[in-house]
């Protein structure tokens, strides 16, 4: 993989004569490195960092604290960016690097069918670098279990959060219990749901009386109301 500075941005102080006045590339690579060690430590499996190279023939001077940091909404890994700047003297690079996480994944190990509820056999762990993949590849297993796929997918296919919906726990045209809740009280009462809803989403409910109200969808045809 081949990496590049990407940017860089210097003021200050002329820099002085003499090598040991420069800032050593090596040690902003190390400041990078470390960074992203560290902001990686919470990611499932083995976690490597690579580090890109910088030119050598930049001449920053020497920083006693460099600071590594990421643009708000940077992910710290697959293939990232991390900035590194230095307060005194004023300076800011930007260095490239790839950070691979090799873990288990869930994956289609048949063709599954959109709104079809998820079995063991329909499954199988893969191991592979999920940094590489989308945002919200599944891990473990029991969170796909029982759930349904948005759309059918092919076998093979690595499986994401979005990619699934819970099973409905409240169905159309279904008679619920609303149970109203306030900080001292509980009242119930009885309606119709008038669309579908998993454990978690909000349902709309068409009361005894007539009104529309929406609320929680809860397992066993209940239907919380947060006052």
């Known amino acids: ?36 060690v560290t902001q990686s430590a919470g990611l499932p499996g083995k976690v490597s960092v690579q580090v890109g190279g910088i030119d ?5 001077p020497a920083c006693p604290a460099p600071e590594a940091y990421q643009q708000p909404g940077a992910r710290p890994w697959g293939k990232t960016t991390v900035g590194v700047r230095c307060t005194a003297p004023t300076w800011t690079m930007y260095v490239q690097a790839q950070v691979s996480v090799v873990a288990e994944y869930v994956a289609a190990s048949v063709p599954l069918a959109q709104g079809q509820p998820l ?11 999920i940094a590489a993949m989308p945002n919200g590849i599944i891990t473990d297993m ?8 948005t759309v059918s997918l092919p076998a093979g296919t690595a499986l994401r959060v979005d990619a699934l919906r819970s099973q409905a ?15 001292n009280f509980s009242v119930s009462s009885e309606g119709k749901a ?14 005894t009386a007539g009104r529309i ?3 929680m969808a809860r397992d066993g045809g209940t239907v919380e109301i947060v006052l």
């Open 213 to 215: 109200i929406s609320g």
């Open 119 to 129: 079995l063991p056999g329909q499954l199988v762990m893969v191991k592979g670098d």
């Open 56 to 60: 050598q023939r930049l001449s920053l």
């Open 1 to 36: 993989v081949a990496f590049s500075l990407l940017a860089l941005v210097y003021s200050g102080a002329q820099a002085q004569q003499g090598a040991n006045s420069r800032q050593q590339p090596e040690a902003v690579r190390a400041v990078v490195q470390q960074f992203l």
């Open 142 to 149: 029991a969170q796909a279990l029982g759930r349904t796929p």
């Open 194 to 207: 008038i669309n579908n809803a998993s454990d978690g989403q909000i349902v709309q409910v068409r009361t």
């Open 169 to 183: 726990v409240i169905k159309q045209g279904q008679a619920v219990r609303l149970v109203s809740r306030g900080s």
